[in-house]
């Protein structure tokens, strides 16, 4: 690892830290993506590279009309990729490729409090500066030291390397797909509150719309609807429950709730007082710039909900490794059940989303994309004749003729059908495509926002869509690892420098975002490396194949079921040479499960898609360890439980679901799916 300096102006902050990274000047013109200038600066003559120095040094821009201030951009850079440099001379290289920033090997060095001051300050302005809370700590103040180095005077001798713009690219589109599909899976929210969501938006259209009429009254048609609406607040009000668990009738049970509340004046919750709200509603106001009554209270519910929803919320786990990217390319998405629509949703993103034709305001290529998307599907078929038969081709045209003018017809759901209209036609802004989305009775946004991620590019997000999971403190530190190994292909190496360590001891009290350094080795992204190197040489090697092998299989199972083993063994002892959490040398170790769900406690515990299932009891450990346990003839409890029963997992299974009267009942979809795909 050897420290190197690039020095520009602070003119170029937000540019930066919109894309996470610096590339030759010439780069930003052609490349089509994030900001497209790069100033220059004297100690940054060319073109078509950058220049590193070895030393802190001390340089100068000259006054301009502009807040254009000294930033010079320490970075760590590891020993395999300084070999790729060009050595200019003595204490300086050049770099004619972009140069990948992380918040573990960067810092952002200004002379002056004055100079970072104001740069902050202007970068909030930039709706694309979005990665500010992960840099915080790395952006410091020094004294301008005293090294100067002699100006470069030769011109320039290197060419464009257009192939690295083309790497650039993809890198943007991917990053904003794997960013995208994290953030949708945060959003998602249980059908439930989408629900009820759902249910205030058009209580608020009614109001806006009696709001807005000259006599200020409700018609026929919208009370009927207000009455259906504010029914369902009703049925959820805990007075309505006790009545409804006496008496079964819902028209008696209405009956008894008026007549309760009228002889005792009870109100529940306003929510089920319509009338009171339709009175503040169509009365006059005292003052004309006082907003109504009514209209802050459905305002102030939608909040509460939004909020409410959103304290449910909680980052996916990347151990379900539910999207993976390899040499730049969406290899494995898990979302998609269908066979046929996986390979359709990974030809569009490697094939049409990922695109440098698609960048930006989708409206201005939504017809044409729809078209190429419907041409996608039909080349991932195949067969003509199954094609014209199908519900695919079906639905694609009725798309098209849809973002042409034509009414769609469509039974919304989570799929990947109802997520890909959805961006096509209401994509321009994440908000407006997430409440798109929720008009819909959507409620799992992880494909929408993937495709909506993928055509827009990383550096093209805004900070209030990034800023959803980069603003949860340590929560991002796994996925932001994960996205950097998936996108560059190898680990961030953690050890800091003697500078970030002192500064991490002076800032212990404020620890950083992004400041988890108890991890020393990335085991899956070593995994993942190990894949990548098989996939590379067993040409033909069927893909689904090697899927399922990568999930399951051990090491010893994976390279027995490759065409030829003998090329493999060299890797096999690279494999085995990697630094590890295990010794064993299944692919997952311990986190891998058996055939049986007796034998799997330790798998179990350690399961974030079982743990996030059973946490809300917290004595889930000790009642499976009990369960399981209780099985085994030799405990004392066997034979009053578990004697004679079957043990196979179907069995099983059943048993557990229905233990402590049904608490575990969540599970049974989890368990089936682990284990009697693998046999009894």
Same mark, same amino acid.
């Given at each position: 690892?050897?420290?190197?300096?690039?020095?520009?102006?602070?003119?170029?902050?937000?540019?930066?830290?919109?894309?996470?990274?610096?590339?030759?000047?010439?780069?930003?013109?052609?490349?089509?993506?994030?900001?497209?200038?790069?100033?220059?600066?004297?100690?940054?003559?060319?073109?078509?590279?950058?220049?590193?120095?070895?030393?802190?040094?001390?340089?100068? +821009?000259?006054?301009?009309?502009?807040?254009?201030?000294?930033?010079?951009?320490?970075?760590?850079?590891?020993?395999?990729?300084?070999? $790729?440099?060009?050595?200019?001379?003595?204490?300086?290289?050049?770099?004619?490729?972009? +140069?990948?920033?992380?918040?573990?090997?960067?810092?952002?060095?200004?002379?002056?409090?004055?100079?970072?001051?104001?740069?902050?300050?202007?970068?909030?302005?930039?709706?694309?500066?979005?990665?500010?809370?992960?840099?915080?700590?790395?952006?410091?103040?020094?004294?301008?030291?005293?090294?100067?180095?002699?100006?470069?005077?030769?011109?320039?001798?290197?060419?464009?390397?257009?192939?690295?713009?083309?790497?650039?690219?993809?890198?943007?589109?991917?990053?904003?797909?794997?960013?995208?599909?994290?953030?949708?899976?945060?959003?998602?929210?249980?059908?439930?509150?989408?629900? +009820?969501?759902?249910?205030?938006?058009?209580?608020?259209?009614?109001?806006?719309?009696?709001?807005?009429?000259?006599?200020?009254?409700?018609?026929?048609?919208?009370?009927?609807?207000?009455?259906?609406?504010?029914?369902?607040?009703?049925?959820?009000?805990?007075?309505?429950?006790?009545?409804?668990?006496?008496? $079964?009738?819902?028209?008696?049970?209405?009956?008894?709730?008026?007549?309760?509340?009228?002889?005792?004046?009870?109100?529940?919750?306003?929510?089920?007082?319509?009338?009171?709200?339709?009175?503040?509603?169509?009365?006059?106001?005292?003052?004309?710039?006082?907003?109504?009554?009514?209209?802050?209270?459905?305002?102030?519910?939608?909040?509460?909900?939004?909020?409410?929803?959103?304290?449910?919320?909680?980052?996916?786990?990347?151990?379900?490794?539910?999207?993976?990217?390899?040499?730049?390319?969406?290899?494995?998405?898990?979302?998609?059940?269908?066979?046929?629509?996986?390979?359709?949703?990974?030809?569009?993103?490697?094939?049409?989303?990922?695109?440098?034709?698609?960048?930006?305001?989708?409206?201005?290529?939504?017809?044409?994309?729809?078209?190429? +998307?419907?041409?996608?599907?039909?080349?991932?078929?195949?067969?003509?004749?199954?094609?014209?038969?199908?519900?695919?081709?079906?639905?694609?045209?009725?798309?098209?003729?849809?973002?042409?003018?034509?009414?769609?017809?469509?039974?919304?759901?989570?799929?990947?059908?109802?997520?890909?209209?959805?961006?096509?036609?209401?994509?321009?802004?994440?908000?407006?495509?997430?409440?798109?989305?929720?008009?819909?009775?959507?409620?799992?946004?992880?494909?929408?926002?993937?495709?909506?991620?993928?055509?827009?590019?990383?550096?093209?997000?805004?900070?209030?869509?990034?800023?959803?999971?980069?603003?949860?403190?340590?929560?991002?530190?796994?996925?932001?690892?994960?996205?950097?190994?998936?996108?560059?292909?190898?680990?961030?190496?953690?050890?800091?420098?003697?500078?970030?360590?002192?500064?991490?001891?002076?800032?212990?009290?404020?620890?950083?975002?992004?400041?988890?350094?108890?991890?020393?080795?990335?085991?899956?992204?070593?995994?993942?490396?190990?894949?990548?190197?098989?996939?590379?040489?067993?040409?033909?090697?069927?893909?689904?194949?090697?899927?399922?092998?990568?999930?399951?299989?051990?090491?010893?199972?994976?390279?027995?079921?490759?065409?030829?083993?003998?090329?493999?063994?060299?890797?096999?002892?690279?494999?085995?040479?990697?630094?590890?959490?295990?010794?064993?040398?299944?692919?997952?170790?311990?986190?891998?499960?058996?055939?049986?769900?007796?034998?799997?406690?330790?798998?179990?515990?350690?399961?974030?898609?079982?743990?996030?299932?059973?946490?809300?009891?917290?004595?889930?450990?000790?009642?499976?360890?009990?369960?399981?346990?209780?099985?085994?003839?030799?405990?004392?409890?066997?034979?009053?439980?578990?004697?004679?029963?079957?043990?196979?997992?179907?069995?099983?299974?059943?048993?557990?679901?229905?233990?402590?009267?049904?608490?575990?009942?969540?599970?049974?979809?989890?368990?089936?799916?682990?284990?009697?795909?693998?046999?009894?």
């Amino acid at each position: 690892m050897k420290k190197l300096f690039l020095p520009t102006t602070s003119l170029n902050f937000s540019n930066i830290l919109s894309s996470e990274s610096i590339s030759p000047k010439a780069f930003y013109i052609k490349r089509k993506f994030g900001y497209p200038r790069w100033f220059s600066i004297q100690e940054e003559p060319f073109d078509n590279s950058l220049l590193l120095y070895e030393s802190l040094y001390d340089f100068e +821009i000259p006054k301009s009309d502009f807040e254009n201030h000294p930033l010079l951009i320490e970075i760590n850079i590891e020993d395999a990729d300084i070999e $790729k440099l060009l050595k200019k001379t003595d204490g300086i290289f050049e770099c004619t490729h972009t +140069i990948y920033l992380n918040p573990w090997h960067t810092r952002f060095i200004f002379f002056s409090e004055q100079d970072k001051k104001i740069t902050l300050s202007m970068s909030e302005t930039s709706l694309e500066t979005k990665l500010l809370s992960l840099y915080k700590k790395d952006i410091v103040v020094l004294e301008p030291p005293e090294k100067k180095y002699a100006l470069i005077q030769s011109s320039e001798t290197e060419s464009l390397r257009l192939n690295e713009i083309e790497k650039d690219q993809r890198i943007n589109k991917m990053k904003g797909l794997f960013y995208g599909y994290y953030i949708g899976a945060f959003l998602s929210s249980p059908i439930e509150s989408v629900q +009820i969501l759902n249910v205030y938006y058009e209580i608020q259209n009614i109001f806006a719309a009696i709001n807005s009429s000259l006599n200020k009254k409700a018609t026929p048609n919208q009370n009927r609807r207000l009455d259906e609406l504010f029914l369902i607040f009703i049925k959820k009000s805990s007075l309505y429950q006790k009545i409804s668990a006496i008496e $079964k009738n819902e028209e008696k049970t209405l009956q008894i709730l008026n007549l309760i509340k009228q002889e005792f004046s009870i109100k529940n919750n306003i929510e089920d007082d319509k009338e009171y709200l339709l009175y503040n509603l169509t009365s006059n106001q005292l003052q004309s710039n006082t907003k109504n009554k009514s209209i802050e209270w459905i305002e102030k519910k939608i909040k509460q909900q939004k909020r409410a929803m959103y304290k449910d919320m909680h980052i996916l786990s990347v151990d379900r490794e539910e999207i993976v990217i390899v040499d730049n390319k969406l290899s494995v998405v898990t979302q998609i059940e269908d066979i046929l629509d996986k390979k359709i949703f990974i030809a569009w993103v490697n094939d049409i989303f990922s695109s440098i034709e698609y960048n930006g305001k989708v409206s201005t290529f939504k017809e044409k994309l729809s078209d190429d +998307i419907t041409n996608k599907a039909k080349d991932v078929f195949g067969d003509e004749e199954k094609w014209k038969n199908s519900s695919q081709r079906s639905f694609l045209n009725s798309l098209r003729r849809h973002i042409r003018g034509e009414k769609l017809n469509h039974t919304w759901d989570n799929g990947l059908y109802s997520s890909v209209s959805a961006v096509i036609s209401n994509g321009n802004d994440w908000q407006k495509l997430l409440k798109f989305m929720q008009n819909c009775g959507m409620n799992d946004y992880r494909l929408a926002f993937a495709i909506y991620g993928c055509l827009n590019g990383f550096a093209n997000l805004t900070r209030d869509f990034t800023d959803i999971i980069f603003n949860h403190n340590n929560d991002i530190v796994s996925i932001y690892k994960e996205a950097y190994g998936q996108l560059l292909g190898k680990n961030i190496n953690e050890i800091e420098s003697p500078v970030k360590v002192a500064a991490s001891k002076q800032n212990a009290k404020t620890p950083s975002i992004i400041n988890d350094r108890s991890v020393k080795d990335d085991w899956k992204t070593n995994v993942r490396l190990f894949s990548k190197k098989i996939s590379t040489k067993a040409k033909g090697f069927n893909a689904k194949i090697e899927e399922e092998l990568y999930i399951n299989s051990t090491l010893e199972g994976f390279l027995s079921n490759l065409p030829n083993r003998q090329p493999y063994k060299k890797i096999k002892i690279e494999f085995e040479q990697m630094p590890s959490k295990t010794i064993k040398l299944d692919l997952f170790g311990d986190k891998n499960p058996s055939k049986v769900f007796l034998n799997d406690y330790n798998y179990l515990v350690s399961n974030q898609e079982f743990i996030n299932l059973v946490c809300h009891n917290k004595d889930w450990k000790k009642d499976l360890k009990w369960f399981i346990d209780v099985h085994n003839p030799n405990h004392v409890d066997y034979e009053k439980y578990y004697k004679d029963k079957p043990k196979d997992n179907e069995s099983v299974i059943k048993q557990f679901i229905f233990l402590k009267e049904g608490r575990y009942k969540n599970t049974e979809s989890f368990l089936c799916k682990t284990y009697l795909q693998n046999g009894k």
